[in-house]
T-cell receptor, first 111, second 116 residues
């Protein structure tokens, strides 16, 4: 059974810092890995999707990498801003199109 | 493109009543939709997979008689919570499988259900 874990569970950093969020999964047979952000009480905003054949994806200040063999992905946020404060979720797609979500990292960027 | 909507965004109902949540793909046809539940400060848990024109497939531990799913058209899936109880209060999010046939899903904005 696929299990997805995110470390740390919570993170508080001063504005301007570069930071790394981690996602690990137990079954390397995945099709996609996707990172989302979720603001309190809101739905999901897709940030980056990495297909199984890819190693990384970049969008603005965000960079996500994928190492299938070790079952890990990282989300790198450069020059963090208070507006980046949110919960970040990773999800893997394996099996019959099912998304398995990680436990989430609650990020707070202090002004 | 690939927009998914949900209605209502918030609903409050009394214990014992039923409530229906709609999930629509606005600009594409979705043969497969999914329903997730998220309790406070927890991650999303898949409840069921909804396939147009056939019965939904429920995840282990989800009561199919309590959470009725209907996917009657290529753009609409509904989740009905029957005989709701306070423990059913949660954030319900639907998604639709990418029209390109790949593995990506597009997510709705969610529905906050509160059962009093």
């Amino acid at each position: 059974k696929q299990e997805v874990t995110q470390i740390p569970a919570a993170l508080s950093v001063p504005e301007g810092e570069n930071l790394v969020l981690n996602c690990s999964f137990t079954d390397s047979a995945i099709y996609n890995l996707q990172w989302f952000r979720q603001d309190p009480g809101k739905g999901l905003t897709s940030l980056l999707l990495i297909q199984s054949s890819q190693r990384e994806q970049t969008s603005g200040r965000l960079n996500a990498s994928l190492d299938k063999s070790s079952g890990r992905s990282t989300l790198y946020i450069a020059a963090s801003q208070p507006g980046d404060s949110a919960t970040y979720l990773c999800a893997v797609v394996s099996g019959t199109y099912k998304y398995i979500f990680g436990t989430g990292t609650r990020l707070k960027v202090l002004a | 493109g690939a927009v998914v909507s949900q209605h209502p965004s918030r609903v409050i109902c009394k214990s014992g009543t039923s409530v229906k949540i709609e999930c629509r793909s606005l600009d594409f046809q979705a043969t497969t939709m999914f329903w997730y539940r998220q309790f406070p400060k927890q991650s999303l848990m898949l409840m069921a997979t909804s396939n147009e024109g056939s019965k939904a497939t429920y995840e282990q531990g989800v009561e199919k008689d309590k959470f009725l799913i209907n996917h009657a058209s290529l753009t609409l899936s509904t989740l009905t919570v029957t005989s709701a109880h306070p423990e059913d209060s949660s954030f319900y999010i639907c998604s639709a499988r990418s029209p390109s046939g790949g593995y990506e899903q597009y997510f709705g904005p969610g529905t906050r259900l509160t059962v009093t």
